[in-house]
């Protein structure tokens, strides 16, 4: 009889642990679960309403590459993008609004799309993508789904994947009291991006 009580007693812990297991997340998901700071970081750049910044850009694809500097400013309307060669041409003039891209070459040949990946693609080889690119520039995601994340201890992003690419943050500076990207890469099967930014101008939303 004794038996028989402890073997019941066995099975019933048995379920109690195979419950108790069942109801936590597996580990790896435990440890992807974003800390508390990112929300406050992420809602504070969500204040930013434009940018500008400077700095080097290195493009990389299977057949060609470029390296060069970069002035961006990023608004509501749009954005309007140099690019120039490492001995301070300017390569590419590329303008968005509302009404499509434009890009200007060093020939001043003129380019017009739908859409910069597309735009760049044709006239520079490479295709740039903007889709995306304003908020992983400033070290946030995009409103599309993303597959992985990682954080550091202030809640800012190391590393994740959207859309198709892999966003790798080094290092971050504090600017006008956001934490902003000072180098960033980004990769692709078909393209790796370098993002070294030298410096930002930040204007955000009023109170």
């Not at 402890?6 to 419950?19: D, Q």
């Not at 080889?125 to 990682?150: E, K, Y």
């Not at 954080?151 to 500076?173: L, P, T």
């Amino acid at each position: 009889m004794k038996i028989v009580m402890n073997g019941k007693l066995l099975m019933v812990f048995a379920m109690l642990t195979i419950s108790a297991c069942t109801a936590l997340p597996p580990a790896n998901d435990m440890a992807n679960q974003p800390p508390a700071m990112y929300a406050k970081h992420i809602e504070a750049l969500g204040n930013i309403a434009q940018f500008s910044l400077k700095g080097r850009i290195g493009v990389q694809t299977d057949k060609q590459g470029f390296s060069g500097s970069t002035f961006w400013t990023h608004g509501p309307n749009g954005d309007e993008i140099s690019l120039f060669s490492p001995l301070g041409s300017q390569v590419a003039s590329i303008s968005s609004d509302s009404s499509g891209v434009r890009l200007i070459n060093s020939d001043g040949g003129t380019y017009q799309e739908s859409s910069a990946e597309a735009l760049t693609q044709k006239a520079l080889g490479w295709s740039l993508p903007m889709t995306g690119l304003s908020d992983w520039v400033v070290g946030r995601p995009t409103s599309s789904a993303v597959q992985d994340m990682q954080w550091d201890e202030e809640g800012r992003i190391k590393s994740m994947f959207q859309d198709g690419w892999k966003i790798e943050y080094d290092q971050y500076a504090l600017n006008n009291d956001l934490y902003l990207p000072g180098k960033i890469f980004l990769k692709s099967p078909k393209l790796n991006l370098k993002f070294l930014i030298e410096s930002w101008d930040i204007q955000t939303k009023p109170l």
